[in-house]
């Protein structure tokens, strides 16, 4: 009985179980990544693994080496070595490759020319009967072809391989991945070595190396950390991939993410703000000019990424005349061309990041027409088409990005990167891509690569066979047909699993993780949140019982993975690191639970807190151990650098815990009066002694002690330490703003986010506890709200004089957050009857990217009342240009300000 497995590239709709082979026949259906673009397969016929066997090549360097690696394959499967002969004629194996002219083979040994045409420059023939032949136009495709007989061979029975033909070759010519090498873990070249022979193994054939300060450079050596990478491991490893047909193509931040070159004060000239270059200022480009000149002549491919993304408030410092005069597109775009002129020197070809001119397209017509766009996006959408049709109606030479989904993850978001990549390299594939980048960022400095090869294997699969309906009810059909299929592959060729062990099973288990609301969820914030920041009362039931839910999970699920490592025979650790995923979301709810211990300890002065002690120090034990094991699973692929940076965060908790009898918790109390405000300092612990200072100064025993009165008037510093037996503990201090609201408890009509107990912000006191927030969002100062308007009504207790109302709001559209459309304020005498004072419409554009922080005023104003309302409209969904479009955005305020 002869099988057939055909996939072409029509665009048609494929009826899921029409689109593959029917379940009862897929365990005799060899298990391909990538999954080849035709197969027939006979299970009835095979070709006999046996000693003698004998193998024939036309002869190059390049080839030899395919053949060093199926030599090594053939001996793991049968413990004989393929003997080589010099004619075609007397082998078992032949390989063939059509641009290699030195030796010939028969023409009956090889396929059609039509075959030889439909598979180009990377694809392949391979037919296994009585022979074994792999045919291919370029040596590159015939390695190929090899990386899929290895696969045969690795997955087939012990002596024999099934008759098969397979004729492959790529939807995209460019398949490749970046991994960010600067805000976070530096890899060492053996571990970066590791990586690109294993995924040339699955066919991509480009690494990018994502860099702002760590390339080092011999004109400025004060810029690259110790363990940067040099130059010379550059070459290193472009001669290492080679041999894997793999590219090393350059990558150099040249305008925005810069601050970690900025923050050196010698390079102060060449800032606009923190995180961008200053493109008002010669000096930028006579640095640039040796800078980025030295890092793209330390790469030899012809393509360099220039980055230039995420360009945060261009034009709000040094750069603000220019940007004011000629507008920020207007000097977006010279600053491109100036940096292409750079590279054009250099003998490059400019890539770079989409999402400022896809944002503002009349960017697009003033850029250099070579360039090649990288449109990027990591959400899982349905399709990408606005990500994508304004480079391509543009004429530009484009790439698509999608993402793996890890940073800032205790692991990654399997779900959402296989619908990100999937759907993006398909609308890649339509719209004509050249090729596809499959990008790992370290935003948060602590993702580990051994996480990532579920992604970076996934898009060697969809950009060399991409998925073809757009429609997406099928094409989630056709996803999870795919998806079977592949990760049956990965436990049996990745993991070198046999079939009757699934690691798999296991590591989807982490998206049932994700669907148990807990706040943060599966993200790094939720395990270095504060044990003394606390939830929203009326959510703490519901915080109990998903953090207990959380933790009998994750604890079932590390001792299955723990189980399932004894039979895992290669890519041991990838699976270390999934088994400390499931450790420290483990660790993270029981961290939670504690939290919520605390809680109630403190809302409840009866409670004994010397019950939390004993609980307490379990924590920390654990807490230490998976340090340890941290530390263990980075050194099997990173250098030291920023390790000890992580550490900190395990050493910032630990020294939590152990403040727990010392900790003081500073808070907002109750209004004296307009513009006076009580202030409260407490203990857990009755005993502890509380010294405090106003002025700036460290609280000593020789400050102010504490005895329960103090109140502020003005804007003030507030520091406090506990005293525990005599042991000072950690410093608590918050800066309060005062107003004349300050104190009073707003009545709030909308229900703050419950995705991060941050967002609530201390809950509605928040608004009016003088403490403003910072740049980070998720600081516990700003109130986030999704999808919904807000009205906010304050009671000032009394008639007051009242010259003006304000707020703050948070703009970062990339993370869904947006400023309100506008923010409606009233005034009352009897809090029933309000008048309209005055409107605050939204000045900023939407599209403006980065951080912004937005005051939203009444302007002047003469009032004498008690009460005060705010509408603060929001913009409701995401908008059609947004990568989230028809989901809800946030809105988050911080303090309200009456003067």
């Not at 970066?192 to 991509?204: D, N, P």
């Not at 990008?439 to 992604?455: M, P, Q, S």
């Amino acid at each position: 009985m002869k099988t057939k497995v055909r996939f072409f590239f029509a665009r048609f709709t494929l009826l899921a179980g029409l689109f593959l082979i029917s379940q009862s026949s897929i365990a005799q259906e060899p298990v391909l990544i990538p999954t080849p673009q035709e197969v027939s397969f006979n299970p009835a016929q095979d070709f006999a693994l046996q000693p003698g066997r004998k193998i024939w090549i036309n002869t190059s360097s390049t080839n030899n080496f395919a053949v060093e690696q199926l030599q090594n394959a053939w001996l793991e499967k049968t413990t004989s070595k393929l003997s080589k002969v010099k004619t075609a004629k007397k082998a078992d194996i032949i390989l063939y490759a059509a641009e290699d002219k030195s030796l010939s083979v028969p023409k009956k040994l090889l396929p059609s020319s039509e075959i030889l045409q439909k598979i180009g420059k990377q694809g392949y023939w391979l037919k296994i009967d009585d022979k074994i032949r792999i045919v291919a136009n370029t040596s590159r495709g015939l390695f190929y072809g090899v990386q899929t007989l290895k696969q045969l061979l690795k997955t087939s029975g012990e002596n024999a391989i099934s008759e098969t033909e397979i004729t492959d070759w790529p939807a995209l010519e460019y398949r490749g991945w970046m991994d960010d090498i600067s805000r976070g873990p530096i890899p060492t070249l053996d571990y970066v070595k590791y990586v690109i022979k294993t995924l040339s193994e699955y066919k991509l054939n480009f690494i990018n190396l994502y860099t702002e300060h760590t390339l080092e450079n011999e004109k400025f050596p004060d810029i690259a950390p110790p363990g940067a990478f040099t130059p010379a491991e550059i070459t290193e490893l472009e001669e290492f991939a080679a041999k894997y047909h793999v590219a090393v193509i350059g990558n150099q931040q040249a305008f925005g993410h810069m601050e970690e070159i900025l923050k050196i004060p010698f390079y102060d000239e060449i800032a606009d703000n923190k995180w961008n270059l200053n493109p008002a200022s010669p000096a930028t480009y006579d640095f640039l000019k040796t800078y980025l000149g030295d890092a793209a002549k330390a790469y030899k491919h012809p393509f360099f990424n220039i980055g230039a993304d995420e360009t945060d408030g261009l034009g709000s410092g040094k750069a603000k005349g220019l940007v004011d005069s000629l507008g920020m597109e207007a000097v977006y775009a010279i600053h491109i061309n100036k940096l292409d002129k750079i590279l054009k020197d250099a003998g490059k070809r400019t890539m770079m990041w989409g999402d400022i001119a896809v944002n503002h397209k009349e960017i697009i017509d003033q850029l250099p027409k070579d360039l090649i766009i990288l449109s990027w996006g990591y959400d899982p959408r349905d399709n990408f088409d606005e990500a994508i049709l304004p480079f391509k109606a543009s004429g530009f030479d484009f790439m698509v990005a999608p993402g793996v989904r890890s940073w800032s993850e205790i692991y990654p978001n399997l779900d959402v990167a296989v619908k990100n990549i999937a759907n993006y390299v398909r609308d890649g594939q339509e719209h004509g891509a050249m090729g596809m980048i499959n990008t790992a960022w370290d935003d948060d400095g602590e993702t580990l690569f051994n996480a990532n090869w579920h992604g970076m294997i996934w898009g060697a699969e969809m950009s060399w066979h991409p998925i073809l309906n757009q429609e997406e009810e099928q094409a989630e059909q056709e996803r999870q047909s795919r998806l079977q299929i592949f990760n049956k592959g990965i436990d049996r060729i990745f993991f070198g699993l046999q079939d009757e062990v699934s690691v798999m099973e296991s590591l989807n288990k982490f998206a049932e993780l994700r669907k148990i609301p807990v706040f943060s969820g599966m993200t790094n914030a939720s395990t270095w949140s504060s044990i003394y920041d606390f939830y929203p009362g009326e959510e703490t039931s519901k915080v109990a019982a998903a953090n207990i839910e959380m933790l009998n999970q994750s604890e079932k699920l590390q001792l299955e993975l723990q189980e399932k490592l004894k039979y895992v025979n290669s890519n041991q650790a990838a699976l270390k690191v999934a088994i400390l995923a499931a450790q420290r979301a483990a660790y993270t709810a029981k961290k939670n639970l504690f939290t919520l211990e605390v809680q109630k300890v403190y809302n409840n002065p009866e409670a004994n807190p010397g019950s939390l002690l004993e609980t307490r120090d379990a924590l920390l034990k654990e807490l230490h151990q998976l340090k340890i094991d941290y530390v263990r699973v980075w050194q099997l692929e990173n250098r030291a650098y920023w390790l000890e940076e992580n550490l900190k965060k395990y050493d910032a908790q630990a020294k939590d815990l152990l403040d727990l009898k010392s900790h003081i918790f500073i808070e907002a109390g109750e209004a004296v009066k307009p513009g006076e405000m009580q202030i409260k300092l407490k203990s857990l612990f009755p005993q502890t002694r509380i010294y405090y200072s106003l002025d700036g100064s460290e609280p000593t025993k020789k400050s102010l002690l504490y005895r329960g009165n103090l109140a502020i008037n003005s804007n003030t510093l507030v520091q406090a330490r506990g005293y525990s037996n005599g042991q000072a503990g950690e410093i608590s201090s918050r800066f309060f703003n005062v107003h004349k609201a300050l104190g009073a408890t707003p009545v709030i009509k909308g229900n703050y986010s419950t995705a991060n107990p941050a967002y609530a912000a201390g809950g509605p006191r928040g608004l009016t506890d003088g403490l403003k927030g910072s740049e980070d969002f998720a600081d516990g100062r700003w109130q986030g709200y999704a999808g919904q308007d807000v009205e906010v009504v304050l009671d000032l207790k009394k008639k007051t004089e009242v010259n003006e109302i304000s707020a703050d709001f948070f703009q970062r559209a990339i993370s869904w957050i947006m400023l309100p459309k506008n923010v409606e304020f009233y005034a009352s005498s009897d809090g029933k009857n309000y008048q309209q004072v005055a409107v605050s419409g939204n000045p900023v554009d939407d599209k403006d990217q980065g951080l912004i922080i937005q005051e939203f005023s009444s302007g002047p104003l003469n009032l004498n009342t008690r009460y005060l309302k705010l509408k603060i409209n929001s913009q409701g969904m995401l908008p059609e240009w947004h990568t989230g479009a028809g989901k809800p955005g946030f809105i988050f305020i911080d303090e309200i300000v009456v003067k």
